[in-house]
């Protein structure tokens, strides 16, 4: 090879080298979000995430790029999906829908940072050493689902004062269901209340469900928390309407599609929180040193119109103590 050419090759080389190097410096961290239901229901909540993100200066598609997997309220399908994002090497994994899409994380990866949402505590289940200090490669936010089982059964019994019997739909499928079925039958008995269990995981279950609900009578219903019941609210509402039922839910969503009442911790907020820590280990915090975000505001909301349709008037007690009261 001539001296000249020799020196053009090795120049435009030593070119392309600080090139490649800026590429590899520029390339965007990928963060991988595992849900356990659906994408559209879910969409608002999403937002928060990318609101938390934002307030660390993490913004997708300009700085960060998400890969989202759904099981689409196949709760089985959650550890294939985790291991999925495992081998794609993403960055951080952000589970919601509770403990089930926490553990698959976990039993995935040792070592990629994982920021949870679950309904209880994360201690009890393992997922974390402590609070303050979860260690491991975990860390994430506390939104008090089954702790809050026995508060919207009082309430439910405020609303429907002569109801003996109240239903309880739960999905047999949900990790939680077990401790939160198990909580509303110990608060039911306090109160000197019979609850009588309603299983279901899929629409036409949903459906055979609320036609057992209205052969059995009972006189108000208890919807427990899970996240597929949650992209399902459309259709769990407008049964519990169609039958004249007094329902309380775990999620305001529920009643800004029509439901009567809710209490409980915001998702919105939850899924925010969720963004800010994702963006403080992508900047090279670890989660072991994040304490756990444990929601503190819970929010009762109360749809007057549909008390109304019910024929229910709401205690002025209630009322006093809801957090938004739709009309």
Known sequence: ??????????????????????????????????GTASAGPFAHLVAGLRRGLQETGVIEGRNVAIEYRWAEG??????????DLVRRQVAVIVTVGG?????????????????????????KLGLVT??????????GVNIFTTELVEKRLGLLHDLV???????????????????????????????????????????????????????????ALLVLADPFFNSRRGLIVALAARHAIPAIYEWREFVEAGGLI?????????????????????????PADLPIVQLSKFELVINLNTGKALGLVIPPSVLALANEVIE
């Open 161 to 219: 004062p002569a109801a003996t019997t109240v239903g309880v739909l739960s999905n047999p499928n949900f990790a939680a269901a077990v401790a939160n079925v198990r909580e509303s039958e110990a608060a039911a008995r306090a109160i000197g209340k019979e609850v009588v269990i309603f299983n279901a995981s899929s629409d036409a279950e949903i459906e055979t469900a609320f036609a057992n609900i209205v052969q059995a009578r009972p006189g």
């Open 1 to 34: 090879m001539r001296r000249r050419a020799f020196i053009s090759l090795l120049g435009g080389a030593a070119a392309a080298w600080p090139l490649a190097a800026r590429a590899q410096q520029t390339a965007m961290p990928v963060v991988g979000f595992l």
């Open 99 to 123: 403990e089930t899409s926490a553990a698959a994380a976990m039993t995935a990866t040792a070592t990629i940072p994982i920021v949870f949402i679950v309904g209880r505590d994360p201690v």
């Open 74 to 83: 196949q709760y089985d399908r959650v550890p294939a999906l985790a291991a």
């Open 130 to 139: 402590s609070l303050a200090r979860p260690g491991g490669n975990a860390t």
């Open 262 to 286: 809710s209490y409980g911790t915001s998702l919105v907020e939850a899924y925010r929180q969720q963004g800010i820590y994702t963006g403080r280990i992508l900047k090279g915090e670890k």
